[in-house]
């Protein structure tokens, strides 16, 4: 399997507690950036494949689905020592833009077909 980023480049960055300078942190924040990008966009693919296989728009937003995203997110913050304070509301925001893409994607595709009708 692909990573949706560039190893190489995330790799080039001086870990956190070796770094000595502002320039560091900021290269190692941009390099980490850069992979969050590219997981971002893989994971809006999912989405686009999600709209695809829904029938419904109605079934597009799942609040218990969006409740076991979110716990999910949690549990890993909690085992990576990341703040659930931060790592929640991230997350949140991150679900309901990718809803709101979903339903844009799930309508651009069904568009010609209610044309048609």
Known sequence: MTLPFDADD??????????????EVRDGVDRLDRALI??????????????????SRDVVRDEDRIEDVINKVKAAARAAGVPETLAEPVWRELVERSIQHELQVWDATREPQRKRS
């Open 10 to 23: 995330l790799n080039r960055r001086t870990p956190p507690q070796d770094c000595a300078s502002m320039t």
């Open 38 to 55: 590219g997981l971002i966009a893989e994971r809006t693919r999912y989405m686009d494949a999600a709209a695809r296989i829904k029938p």
